[in-house]
């Protein structure tokens, strides 16, 4: 199927253009893969298609196609820009992307810090910065963050393919965010001021994202069925355009 999208450059030009899809879902990874964030995406004949409500129940595909994710997750870059203290200009990185799979997995590694992944102390706090929308943890120690997370850059990880898909995906996203690191670095930043730009990038993303679903979860209670699709729809398509995980089907708990 073929869709249109729309799209701004780092100089806030706006553009569009189009893409075969099988999907809505396929069409933006297959964008955000290409380093394109996409504002809005429609079908080329005007439809809402492919997961959004028209009349009656339909549910919103929540998992991207992984074949897609796997390749845009090799760069988690942030659109984080440089402290001011030197000449170079450095430009916006790529989209930000997340780990897609099982909840149950992704869940049970945010909370025990990935520990099944083996990992350094300095990917470890990486990895905090890895599933997009989660509060971070990682204190306030700046300073001791940096040192662990450039002491990382002398590792690699090493995926197996005997490995879940979620961890192959978790570490593919940690060794982009060390080439980001890298590339920061090189333009005149500082570790300790990429580390305090990744937490304050989780931390308002995590805001967002919270005031997405107490919208969602607020309206059930004034809206019909299809009305609750729609805005379910349109909270997910929101999200999905900066990279952050879908809400869950607000029908599901009422």
Known sequence: MRYTYAYRTSEGKRLEGEIDAPS???AFAALRSEGIRPIKVTAADGSKANGEPTGIRKRVVAI???AASLVAAVCTYAFLRVEPQS???PQDFSVRHQIYGDRSIIENGVATGWKACGLNRGE????CFAQ??????????FSSVAKSIKESLANELKSDEAELLEYRQLK???EGMKIELRQYMEAGGSAEGYARRLVERQNQEAAYYRAAKQELMDARSRLGEDELNALWAEKNAELRAIGLPMLQDPNESR
Request: negative net charge.
């Open 124 to 127: 470890t706090i990486l990895a």
């Open 64 to 66: 991207v196609a992984v």
């Open 24 to 26: 809505r879902d396929e």
């Open 172 to 174: 593919q996203i940690i």
């Open 132 to 141: 997009p929308g989660i509060a971070t943890r990682v204190g306030s120690d």
């Open 87 to 89: 000449e170079s200009t």
